[in-house]
Nanobody, 122 residues
Framework: QVQLVESGGGSAQAGGSLRLSCTVS????????MGWLRQAPGKEREAVAT??????RTYYADFVKGRFTISQEDNTVYLQLNNLKPEDTAMYYC?????????????????WGQGTQVTVSS
């Protein structure tokens, strides 16, 4: 059974930094993708960043380019959030898919974590 456990959320002031972590267990695929998405109150869930196996390819939403960095070590994926803005306030979800082909095709991730809250004050 695939499980994702996130940590690292919290509160920060504008311009500050946070680091999110997500460890996935119960997986054996070597061609899997992991990513982070977020959902603010009253808004739809949106993709933030995705990382392909080996970290050779990454995707960033335009609104986080240059500020957030996704990385992976073994079964843990990280999201470094720098220069935070109040509009980054949201629940951040870690996601996993055993098929990067599906992710590349724009299909939703198969597995999701419970989410970790990030709150940025001005």
């Amino acid at each position: 059974q695939v499980q994702l456990v996130e940590s690292g959320g919290g509160s920060a002031q504008a311009g500050g930094s946070l680091r999110l972590s997500c460890t996935v267990s119960g997986v054996t695929s070597g061609s899997d993708c992991m990513g982070w998405l977020r959902q603010a109150p009253g808004k739809e869930r949106e993709a933030v960043a995705t990382i392909w196996p080996g970290g050779g390819r990454t995707y960033y939403a335009d609104f986080v380019k240059g500020r957030f960095t996704i990385s992976q070590e073994d079964n843990t994926v990280y999201l470094q959030l720098n220069n935070l803005k109040p509009e980054d306030t949201a629940m951040y979800y870690c996601a996993y898919d055993p098929s990067c082909a599906s992710v590349s095709a724009g299909l939703p991730f198969d597995h999701w974590g419970q989410g970790t809250q990030v709150t940025v004050s001005s």
